[in-house]
């Protein structure tokens, strides 16, 4: 399932390629007929993401909600100011289309292939939804009140104190282990199994131990280092974890995610994997857990 970044990222392109511009909107899979019909003909006013949920306002107010869930995906095209634009989501089904540098002139969207639930188009390009497990128009209540339920998102909130303070709040009040409040959207929007695994790790933090027995100083870290992992992940459109010192191998981009059995990259003990609410867990029993190994 895409991370925070992703979306941050669907975001931004949102921006550039649609703002301020007047989309027509359909549903050429009939699934979202309704929906569309309430924003076809609408200037674009502006993209948001939250979490792994985009929100993207139309000028009479209405929003468009759409999570990706783990199979959706949005595809683009369209002329030169679309460049660059190509997927963002579930990794494409080999033989889908990219807008390839040999395409000389743009004379219109494609025929839909598969089950487009949403089709938006402008003057210079287009936008194809498939398979999302959220797509829906909410008036601004509606949507103020799901983003009053989310979590705070490290990556909207970082230029402020208000959601290192929520964080701080919602994370220690909980009785739950911490590597399954990190999944909660409720408790912070955006981070995902990688995200999630990798904190932890980078922060030696056993992911067993509830919110509560977490100090203040160790969920500021927390936060304080998800804000610094998901920046970077917008800048690069990529997960990358370790610091180059650490890496064995250049395509150790991770400390513990799906190392499971391999020696860890710090202190060569076997990184442990196991199922926790339904997910893999990852992490080093070695750097993270003081039940084996109390401190110096
Ligand atoms: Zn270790």
Redesign the pocket.
């Known amino acids: 399932m895409p991370e925070g970044h992703t979306i941050h990222r669907l975001a931004r392109q949102f921006n550039d390629v649609f703002g301020n511009a007047r989309l027509t909107a359909s549903s050429p899979q009939g699934r979202f007929a309704d929906g569309a019909a309430r924003i076809d003909g609408q200037i674009l006013t502006g993209a948001q993401a939250h979490g792994k949920q985009l929100f993207a306002a139309f000028e009479s107010g209405v929003i468009l909600r759409v999570h990706l869930g783990l199979y959706g995906a949005w595809d683009f095209g369209g002329d030169e100011t679309f460049r660059g634009a190509s997927s963002i989501g579930a990794p494409r089904r080999v033989g889908e289309r990219e807008l390839g540098s040999e395409e000389v002139s743009y004379t219109g969207p494609p025929e839909p292939i598969g089950a487009v639930r949403l089709r938006l188009v402008s003057a210079h390009g287009w936008a194809d939804l498939r398979g999302p497990s959220a797509c829906e128009v909410l008036t601004p209540t509606e949507a103020a009140a799901i983003r009053a339920k989310l979590g705070p998102d490290p990556l909207n909130a970082a230029r402020s104190d208000d959601g290192a303070v929520e964080f701080l709040q919602r994370i220690r009040s909980s009785a739950r282990p911490v590597a399954v409040l990190l999944m909660d959207q409720n408790i912070v929007a955006g981070i995902g199994n990688v995200y999630r695994a990798e904190l932890l ?1 980078r922060n030696r933090i056993d992911p067993m131990l509830s919110g509560k027995q977490l100090s203040v100083e160790q969920v500021s870290m927390l936060w304080a280092d998800a804000v610094v992992l998901l920046e970077e992940g917008v800048a690069k459109g990529r997960i990358i974890t370790t610091e180059l010192a650490n890496r064995d191998r250049p395509d150790d981009v991770h ?1 513990v995610y799906r190392r499971t059995g391999l020696a ?6 076997a ?1 442990f994997g196991k199922e926790l609410a339904g997910r893999n867990l990852f992490y ?5 857990c003081q039940v084996r190994h109390l401190p110096d």
């Open positions: 790790f400390y860890c990259l710090i202190c060569g003990e990184v080093c029993p070695g750097c993270q």
